[in-house]
C-alpha cells in the first residue's frame, strides 16, 4: 500500500510530493461522498489520523470551510 504522500528527502527542510497529497485529498473527497451518498449525514462523519493524515485533514477541513 502506497502512503498518503511521500517525504521525498530526510532533512530539516525536507520535500514532500505535493502532487501526492492533492491527488490523496481528491481520495478522501471520494471516500467522503460515498458515505454520504449511503446515507451517513457529513456531521456524522469523523476524520482523524496520525501525523501525515493529519496534514491531509487540515487540507481537507480548510476545502470544506472555503465552499
Request: proline letters at 1%; charged letters at 25%; hydrophobic letters at 45%.
Amino acid at each position: 500500500m502506497r502512503s498518503w504522500y511521500d517525504i521525498l528527502e530526510a532533512s530539516l527542510d525536507r520535500e514532500v510530493a505535493v502532487d501526492d497529497i492533492y491527488q490523496s485529498s481528491a481520495l478522501l473527497d471520494q471516500i467522503i461522498q460515498q458515505q454520504i451518498d449511503k446515507g451517513i449525514k457529513a456531521e456524522n462523519i469523523l476524520l482523524a489520523g496520525f501525523p501525515r493524515e493529519a496534514l491531509l485533514l487540515c487540507i481537507q477541513a480548510y476545502a470544506i470551510h472555503k465552499n
